[in-house]
């Protein structure tokens, strides 16, 4: 059976759209596609089982939302840069780790931008070996303030601004880095951390604009992170 779990989680709390799987990367066919009515592209065909199981969940979830809205589809088609294209009206996002798809979707009259992310705990040793890449100096400090937590901490930190790379790419259409944005504050009681734009990436998304964003703990220490841009 691919699908261990698969249903709509309120993780955090802004009445969004959200649908969460489990699925078992073993169980994965190429059957799948046609049996969930999900479009397999030209393009996956030639790609490793990883990238075909991966794809199909986090498409699979995408579906599931839109269906929420009153949309019925089997494709949801991909841009230059690899982003999801929604139908119009509508704005979302899509990710995937080593067992987990997730999929969020809501109206693009309520958001400038969503994104959503969730990724596997980050060893201590890759921890090690990309920090530098990922946070500065001031953002490592805030992440080590309990060492027990450091490893689970920095996940969140990666995925959080893969998050929202995520939302903010509609409005800046283009690839910026990690230091376009810094981790001023985090709140462990509310799973909320805010930070602020180092840069103007868009005339909406200016240098020193703060942001908030969530963060939720599976049990197996998956990350979950979202980020909502207010228009």
């Known amino acids: 059976m691919f699908f261990i779990t698969q249903e709509f989680h309120d993780w955090f709390n802004k009445n969004l759209s959200i649908y969460h799987c ?4 073993e ?3 190429d059957n799948l596609f046609e049996t969930h009515n999900v479009v397999m592209p030209d393009r996956l065909a030639k790609s490793v089982l990883k990238r075909r ?3 199909f969940a986090g498409r699979y979830c995408a579906i599931k939302t839109l269906k929420r809205f009153g949309i019925e589809t089997s494709f949801i088609d991909t841009g230059e840069n690899r982003e999801p294209l929604w139908p119009q009206g509508l704005i979302g ?3 995937h780790c080593s067992n987990h798809a997730v999929a969020v979707i809501d109206r693009s009259s309520r ?3 969503i994104g959503i992310d969730i990724e596997d705990k980050i060893s201590a040793k890759t921890m090690h070996n990309v920090q530098e890449q990922i946070l500065d100096e001031r953002e490592l400090q805030i992440i080590s303030r309990n060492p027990e937590e450091k490893a689970i901490l920095f996940t969140m930190a990666f995925s ?3 998050a929202f790379f995520k ?3 509609g409005s800046v259409r283009r690839y910026f880095g990690f230091d376009a944005v810094s981790i001023i504050e ?3 009681m509310a799973n909320t951390v805010s930070f602020e734009l180092n840069e103007t990436l868009a005339e909406v998304l200016p240098k020193g604009m703060l942001v908030q964003g969530s963060f939720h703990i599976l049990p197996n220490e998956q990350v979950v992170t979202c980020i909502t841009l207010n228009h």
């Open 22 to 25: 489990i699925f078992d990367r």
């Open 27 to 29: 169980s994965f066919h």
């Open 53 to 55: 199981s991966e794809y």
């Open 93 to 95: 996002s899509i990710s």
């Open 111 to 113: 958001f400038l931008g």
């Open 160 to 162: 959080v601004k893969e």
């Open 167 to 169: 939302a903010a790419y």
């Open 186 to 188: 985090l709140d462990r």
